[in-house]
């Protein structure tokens, strides 16, 4: 299919797949572009930062159906992607990133995810499933995701999220892309043999020139360019984002108080991967460090234990989270570092692969485990993980990493819960073991062993 | 002679059998599900087997282990291993990254692991010489040339090779001699020669992972024959040519890349995995695919639902959920294959 007829095709069906998608949130006979203006009631530069970056992932939304923030028809170049594909090459290309796992998360949040993954399971995908991809099947097969240009996924972490695209290539008859990732390079990141830096070296090396047939394949079914100037600025983006983050971070991580109460803080960045490169997540970084420094930490007394929250946590409407809210502090979110050097402007490509090849989240158990030990901060009581029953990724090594923590006198809670699914979610008993956590962190408080 | 375990096939045997090691394949009845303490429920139970075995001492015989980063639950295998390390008693992990792409540089990158494999296993077997190395190539490939021999057989009107006797014979292999397991493909193959077998059984194509000890027995019991098992412990053991390249672990590397994919695989190879199982069912005239989906294994969840959904395969397909336990809803077979008895006799 020649370009010009591939964005003719796309421009209708994702017509027909914005309408569909109102449907499946109860907005049936509501006009697209007027849809879209009820999203956008405030302007971004006067929202608070939280509200921004909701902003931002809603504009991204809709502009993945040919939609801008007024409701008008402006053609999207659009890539399919998993989470961990590196999004700055895209932006720099003009290439808007639509991240799977992300469109799940956006679903459960308007309760729409769990007709989708009814009609998954409807559909020959096993009940046993990651339940991002089931809702991402469930909608593909309702039609109410957008058509994309090209589908572009990495072997990161999770088996589902790449091998799901593989079928979404088929159905909408658009070509894939994936990134092989090496594994477990980060185990071996600090050590000072030969080999192991090698190793590293020839994962780097292996990344990056999978990166440059990226590029070659997105210019070939897109015909979008990448110019070496867009994507230093890209770069410049996104260290300045980088160091934004990370400052807002420290301010939560060095005061003894929280400066951001409760539990709003939690999975900040995760939600924000598909924005690396982009002028405005600067801006929602600046905004929300700015802001932590402005308020106040509040008196010892009035302290609710701060905790450390380990990987995501539920995107459906749940009693747990304002339970938590009023009961906890988190002083940590392990989806919130920036964990890598700032990208090179001057060798963007390979700095881009470096990363991807050293996400710590895609090492082993014991290398992840150790560092979080390392670096958890002597005020925090003690840990939250909230693992979803089918990740075989952070479920599957939950056993193991608990009792490292156990050894090493930090107390941890281990929900096995879901991010997406609200099936199975059984408050009650969850409440049970959060209140049992929250009196035994109380009656034996790390914070004061220290 | 030492002996170094395997998990998954893409593992190079030849290197450690050029080492002068015995390969031993960890099959899926060798180890204890249920003492598993470490991985947790969401992983399969063939890993779990394994790591249950190794807690308890199903595998104290051997040396080591080479785990092949396959999969996600490969991985916690490993993970697993290394944790509980001091309670092993093989004391060689070597963890082997293998991509799931395959492209020049994949094959070049897959290669640079196999070296590294290499030295590990010389490291704690002794030297292997690019001598041995050849010979041991030479030693598998005539492994494969045996198989294909086989299959040709698999593939007459009215074969006289059942799927139980091909499934004992790479149950053997996984823990003999090569070289032994060789002469035994050519006697095998002999008395094979000029038989014939039951033309009228409907003709099945298993797809699956490790399997389950009872799924062939059932599927003969109930008057079909296993004509093709596309799965671990069938075709992705044993097929694949090896194209000579001067640098024998880039031809190893494109070998076991190249090699009947395992629903791990992505891109064109995952794409080449659909094409391969159409012209499977066509190159043996299958009536009907039983998909064994191993629980917990999401590669082949969704292999299954690209096949039932969007594929242009026109036998009838089952899907089975289990794991790799001697249990099976006998009754879902046999039902199966009286619905394909009859769609043969109308087709007929």
Redesign the interface.
Known sequence: MNRADMIKENTEQRKVQVKNLLRVNGLEGIEPGDAVKMAFPKAFDTLSPSAKRGYLNTEQFFNAYNLDTNGEFVYQPMAWRSLFVPTEIMYAMGLLPFTSEMVASQLAMTGAARGRIETAEA????I???SF?KTV?GGV?EDILPTPDVLI?S?H????S???A??AS??YKRP???L?I???LYDLASSRDE?DIK?VE?GVA?VH??LL?MIAFITEHTGLTLEEETLRQVIRWTNEARTWLNEGNDVILQQFASAKKGVRELDYAANLMQTWGTERIVDVYKSRCKAYKANPAPDESETRPRIAWFHLRPYFKSPLMPYLDERIDISASQVNFAFWEPLDPSDPIRSIARRTVLHPAFS???ARTEIAIKELPDDTEGIIAYYP?????F??????ENEMFKKAGIPILTIDGDCIDDRGDDFPIVKTRVDRFLKSIKKHPRSKKK | MKKIGWFCTYTPVEILHAAGALPVGLKSDSGAEHED???????CSYVRSCMGGALTGSYDALSGVVIA?S???M??L???W??RQDEIKPKMLH?L?V???V?Q??IA?FA?GLR?MKEDIEAHVGPISEEALRASMATCNKTRALCRAIDALRKKEAPAVTGREVEKLIAASWEMPRETFNARLETFIADKEGQTGDKNAPRIMIIGGPGNGSLIKTIEAAGALSVVEHMCTGLRAYTGEAAFNEDPFLELADLYLTQTPC??M??KA??DAISEIESLIKEYRVDGVLYY?M??C??M??????L???SPIDVPMK?L?GDISTEINECEIQSFIKRLKKRRKRNR
């Not at chain 2, 303490?37 to 992983?43: N, W």
């Open positions: 559909n020959d995908f096993s046993d499933l990651c991809m099947a097969i996924t072997t972490l999770c088996d589902p790449a091998k799901y593989e079928l088929h159905t894939e892309f994936v092989d090496p594994y477990g080999k190793r020839e292996y020139e999978q047939e082993s158990v014991t029953k089918s990740c075989r990724h479920h599957g090594g939950s056993i193991m | 303490v470490v991985l947790g429920d969401s992983m980063h999969c996600e639950c991985r916690r490993a993970d697993g290394l944790y963890l990254d991509p799931k792409i492209t540089s994949s990158f640079g590294r629903p791990r992505l891109g995952a794409q989906s629980q917990f999401s590669n969840q969704m292999q299954w639902a690209r039932k959904n969007d899907v959920d």
